[in-house]
């Protein structure tokens, strides 16, 4: 098929749903059927590691312009699209692999990134973990890690990551305002606690 050409597909029914048919749907037992398909577009997968990182990279440019204009969902497409150029990608040598582990790093730390921005808190906190996993001295994925569990409310493991960014420096005047809010959402956690112990021995 070519773009933007439209086929018809006969499929006889021992090769679709047989004789159960689809129950809650019009295909009944032993139906054959037919698709009407158009083909909107393809890509052929690069074959070569610099084709697939160059396609990332692109993938990942794109999906910062769209953040950057605040379209987080479109730009988590990009970020996805990028990341799934690097499926089934095997054998690489040491060089490349070190590449495509920087550049899974990126996509996933920008993901975190968005997911923040958009409220999805567990999803961050995964994205996060991800990127460090491929790069663990990555002071941006401590920060965002720290971010999403401070929204989830596990200060422990937020401050725990505070103080690693801290320690390497990269804070900043925004990143000590988030502390210092951190700080006093942890002492009220305290003050919780301890109105409630108080009230089990009164």
Same mark, same amino acid.
């Given at each position: 098929m070519k773009t933007g050409e439209i086929s018809l597909f006969y499929i006889r029914h021992d090769y679709a749903y047989g004789e159960t048919g689809c129950p809650g749907t019009i295909i009944s037992s032993n139906a054959d059927l037919l698709f009407l398909i158009e083909l909107i577009s393809f890509e052929i997968e690069p074959e070569s590691v610099e084709d697939r990182l160059l396609l990332a990279n692109k993938a990942k440019e794109q999906g910062n312009d769209l953040f950057r204009s605040n379209s987080l969902r479109e730009a988590l497409n990009f970020y996805s699209q990028g990341l799934e150029y690097f499926n089934n990608c095997w054998g690489l040598k040491e060089q490349e692999e070190k590449k495509v582990n920087a550049l899974k790093a990126i996509l996933h730390l920008n993901s975190s990134a968005c997911k923040i921005k958009l409220s999805e808190f567990r999803e961050a906190l995964l994205d996060a973990e !991800?990127? $460090?996993d491929y790069d663990p001295e990555n002071g941006k994925a401590f920060y965002r890690r720290a971010q999403a569990n401070a929204n989830l409310g596990n200060y422990d493991e937020a401050m725990k990551d505070f103080e690693i960014v801290v320690a390497k420096k990269q804070n900043t005047p925004l990143i000590d305002r988030e502390i210092a809010q951190l700080k006093k959402q942890m002492d009220l956690k305290i003050q919780k606690?301890?109105?409630?112990?108080? !009230? $089990?021995?009164?």
């Open positions: !991800k990127s $460090l606690e301890r109105q409630a112990y108080s !009230k $089990l021995f009164e």
